[in-house]
């Protein structure tokens, strides 16, 4: 499916309620499935990556039943699990199958995880180096760098992974496959990356150890079915906020936006921008901050974003690249060089794609760099069907001289499947 977005003839006003956060909701089904009794799941996303994840728990045995935003799911112990008859497939879900791996680690059957083209070129080492160091028999394409992956449960030993990265779900894996094991296991990680496992496994019973860098869990501790409540996701409520700050005139406010500390790097740079930006009503929701966030069309400049940052922000980085473009002066974005390995090497997507409609950006080993305020023209865009450089593009036709045609915008629907619909409620516009 393609897309035409015709520059706005009118600013961005009114309310949108932001959907299911991704990353808690895979979470969410995942714990489920491995807990004793029947759980509920309330503001869950019906994203296609999130049903992957259901799809898998269903052949691994698991009953989930699916009332609108409510997710049922009848939980069997965390040794309920049953051998699958075939093939699990994440599409293109990343979390699924590196959170899914580490539960793998731990049974006693064998299974097989694929997925997607973009998929099968994401590195898996990162998560089944450590699995296998815990005793987990797992085969893969290039000593089990690539899919397809083959996973044997093994007699798990809980081990301390000090990650060369900071990856949640790297860190979620390994915790995962720490419940299976024996004694303790437990993650330190250069810098903290966003910590919704370790809160909501607390939700679920399980008592986990959190120190700045580290958290560590004891073998062993049996989950118990709860109900859980999604707070609306941050990453998704990013490319509104910014469609907010770069369309002239505009006022939005986004409800029930998930504030967790691990994911509010987009928040500290709109405000270090000098975005309008307001946060009322915080609140806790189901173990996790939310907030509701006005956001008015802004005067913006250039920053540096590099550092501790960096994993507070990464999925935002196609969002901000199209913010930075309306900033005035130069923002170089650093210490990014995982966005190489995410649904597309991020880097280049983003700069080609961008380049493509007239933003002075460049690219740089480790991020890019981008020249305010740039003009940005109509033109052709690929999605090349990564949900976030699609939803960047669309950002881009709000504000260019001419259409901008987007293409394979279906990949939207990977987090965020009423995007269109709710920009289009913000403009007015049929
Ligand atoms: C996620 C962690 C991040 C993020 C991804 C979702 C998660 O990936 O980019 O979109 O739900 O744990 P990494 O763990 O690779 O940093």
């Known amino acids: 499916m393609n897309k035409t977005i015709q520059p706005l003839k009118n600013a961005l006003k009114g309310k949108v309620t932001i959907p299911g956060d991704k990353s808690i909701s895979h979470r969410a089904v995942l714990f489920a499935s491995l807990a004793k009794g029947e759980s509920t799941i309330d503001g869950f996303l019906h994203g296609d990556d999130c049903l992957s994840t259901i799809a898998c728990m269903k052949q691994l045995g698991i009953q989930i039943d699916e009332d609108g935003n409510r997710i049922s799911v009848k ?143 004891k073998g062993g501790q049996e989950l118990q079915g709860t109900n859980i409540h999604v707070p609306g996701d941050i990453s998704s409520a990013a490319f509104l906020l910014v469609a907010g700050a770069i369309v002239p005139g505009s006022e939005i406010t986004l409800k029930n936006v998930g504030m967790n500390p691990t994911r509010t790097g987009i928040i500290d740079v709109l405000q270090q921008m000098g975005a309008k930006l307001t946060i009322e009503n915080e609140r806790l929701f189901g173990g996790e901050p939310v907030a509701d966030l006005t956001i008015c069309y802004s005067k913006l400049s250039g920053m540096t974003i590099d550092g501790d940052l960096i994993p507070r922000l990464i999925d935002e980085i196609p969002a901000i690249a199209v913010l930075a473009s309306q900033a005035e002066g130069k923002t170089v974005i650093k210490d990014a060089q995982e966005l190489k390995v995410k649904e597309t090497n991020r880097i280049d997507t983003v700069v080609n794609q961008l380049s493509e409609l007239g933003v002075a950006i460049e690219a740089t080993l480790d991020g890019m760099i981008i020249e305010g305020k740039s003009t940005v023209n109509g033109g052709n865009v690929q999605s090349f069907h990564d949900h976030r450089i699609g939803m960047a593009m669309a950002l881009c036709g709000l504000i260019s001289t001419d259409p901008v045609h987007v293409e394979d915008t279906e990949a939207i629907a990977v987090s965020y499947p009423t995007f269109f619909e709710d920009l289009q409620s913000l403009s007015g516009e049929k």
């Open 75 to 217: 939980g069997k112990g965390f040794q309920g699990l049953t051998e699958p008859a075939k093939v699990l497939d994440v599409g293109n879900s990343g979390t699924t199958i590196r959170l899914l791996s580490g539960v793998l680690a731990g049974q006693s059957f064998s299974s097989v995880l694929i997925g997607d083209d973009s998929i099968a070129k994401r590195p898996m080492a990162r998560v089944t180096g450590p699995l296998k160091m815990m005793n987990a028999d797992i085969d893969g394409r290039d000593q089990a760098e690539y899919t397809p992956l083959h996973l044997r449960g093994g007699d798990l030993k809980g081990i301390h992974y000090l990650s060369p990265v900071a990856s949640a779900q790297v860190k979620s894996a390994i915790l995962l496959a720490g419940l299976y094991a024996k004694g303790e296991t437990k993650v330190t990680e250069p810098t903290k990356s966003r910590d919704h496992t370790e809160r909501m496994l607390e939700s679920f019973g399980v008592k986990v150890d959190v120190t700045e860098f580290s958290a560590s869990l």
